[in-house]
């Protein structure tokens, strides 16, 4: 895996912006749309700031771009505080120009038996496009990528899962009470993840430098889902100091 460290976060988050924003650009230039997989949290909030900031300034325009995010939690209103669809059209969507129809966020509110018909239509739709062109990717605390918790299977498709104990108390702070965290929530899976022709995946901090190790230098293995990525032919680590200090 490649590993590029930034100053700061801030300095991370712009490089992985101008990336995506090279992308698109290319993609436009040639006639062609651009197929983004997207991740929420805390780690993307100032490359989503700072791509809203391109869109305003620099004119950059998301009418080419097609959008898939990772997760939501399951089940949830998509106007709840703690939504990712919330999310995103608060950081991303209400401030730029995509079209409505071409951002996907996973439905927190489908009827539980027809979830693995929505999750199958989600990767399906993914396909129809061509395939993700360059996914962005956060890291939790045990090494999950979207909620792809350890044990996950390196081929899994989009699918209802339950939250590690972990996951759910490093997401508590969220929500009014730990009682309150969602069990479930619907993923892309490793399988869906890996398919991407390029994987970009953030991590700032001092509190994500243990897994940043583990998920670079250790054996790879889906204890660590975050380690499969070894295995991935174009990805890349991007992270700031902080994050880097437990490489050696
Ligand atoms: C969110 C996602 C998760 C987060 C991870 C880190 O869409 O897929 O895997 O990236 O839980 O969360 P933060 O960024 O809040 O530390």
Known sequence: IAVEIHPSAKEGSKAVAQEIATLIREKQAAGQ?????????????????ELVRMHKEEGLSFKNVFTFN???YYPIEPDALQSYNRFMKEHLF???????????IPDGTIPKDQIKKYCESYDKRIEELGGIDLQVLGIGNNGHIGFNEPGSNI???TRLVTLDNS???ANAYEFPNM??????????GLGSIFKAKRILLMAWGTH???????????HSSD??????????????FVIDEQAATELT
């Open 70 to 72: 990772l997760d939501e």
């Open 179 to 188: 009682s309150q965290v969602p069990r479930l929530a619907i993923t892309m």
């Open 33 to 49: 749309h651009c197929v983004l997989g997207l991740a929420t949290g805390s780690t993307p909030k100032y490359m989503y700031a």
């Open 167 to 169: 996951t759910r108390l």
């Open 94 to 104: 209400n401030h730029i120009d995509i079209p409505e129809g071409q951002y996907h």
């Open 223 to 236: 204890q660590v889902p975050a380690s499969l990525l070894q295995q991935h032919p174009n990805c890349k």
């Open 155 to 157: 081929n899994s498709h």
């Open 208 to 218: 994500k430098a243990k897994i940043v190790c583990r998920s670079v230098e250790g």
